[in-house]
């Protein structure tokens, strides 16, 4: 494929038989029951997505014409099961492989973050060979994955993967201040000042009270 269009199910789809191939071998390829649960997972998403059967099987269809993902009929079973082809079509395997799943399940990272994260999908050496894998990635034609621009306040610059295009970037911009704005801080400056008089007078004539009592 010349682009990657892929949408935010075909991608999750994708992630999840890259993942589960590594973590359940001895279940995979997945049914869609099992894939449905997959891409549904509260932990280990980013973002948590609620598909649903036909959003899976529109999401395989798609795939499969694409040719990134087969379907498998065991012997014996009435249940078909899905795989993706991704070493045929993208050439990718290993460490390549656990990267860009790691990035198609929980968006945009860092490299440190990808090792820490990919657990028993792959037992990466260091965050030396995760960069190597992501600037391999990044060098395919077309690209998969692309270094982003450092955000405002971050230590480390984030990659993410091309599957569904450019990726949109959050605009980080410091809040802009006008006279309404510096009215209002003003204001709640001065309410609070006269609160905690008003709580000092409070107490002050609490103790004279107890006082009196006491005489």
Same mark, same amino acid.
């Given at each position: 494929m010349d682009t990657h269009q892929l949408d935010p199910a075909e991608v999750r789809v994708l992630g999840c038989l890259i993942e589960k191939q590594a973590l359940n071998p001895d279940t995979y390829p997945l049914t869609l029951n099992t894939l449905l649960s997959a891409c549904n997972q509260l932990t280990s998403r980013e973002p948590v997505l609620s598909l649903s059967d036909a959003d899976i099987s529109a999401a395989l269809a798609s795939l499969m014409a694409q040719k990134l993902? $087969? &379907?498998? #009929?065991?012997? =014996?079973?009435?249940?078909?099961?899905?795989?993706?082809?991704?070493?045929?079509?993208?050439?990718?395997? =290993?460490?390549?492989?656990?990267? #860009? @799943?790691? /990035?198609? /399940?929980?968006?945009?990272?860092?490299? $440190? &973050?990808?090792?820490?994260?990919? =657990?028993?999908?792959? +037992?990466?050496? =260091?965050?030396?060979e995760v960069e190597t894998a992501l600037q391999a990635l990044a060098d395919k034609y077309p690209p998969l994955v692309v270094h982003l621009p450092r955000q405002p306040g971050a230590r480390e610059a984030r990659w993410a993967h091309l599957l569904s295009g450019e990726p949109v970037l959050a605009a980080v911009t410091a809040p802009v201040r006008n006279e309404d704005d510096e009215a209002i801080v003003v204001g709640l400056?001065?309410?609070?000042? +006269? /609160?905690?008089?008003?709580?000092? @007078?409070l107490k002050t004539r609490l103790s004279e009270l107890e006082a009196l009592i006491a005489d």
């Open positions: 993902v $087969a &379907e498998r #009929l065991p012997a =014996g079973s009435r249940v078909a099961k899905y795989e993706h082809r991704l070493p045929y079509v993208w050439n990718i395997e =290993g460490a390549r492989m656990a990267v #860009l @799943a790691m /990035l198609m /399940l929980r968006g945009p990272q860092t490299p $440190a &973050e990808i090792r820490t994260r990919s =657990g028993r999908i792959y +037992a990466f050496s =260091g965050v030396d400056t001065g309410r609070v000042a +006269a /609160l905690e008089a008003e709580v000092a @007078a």
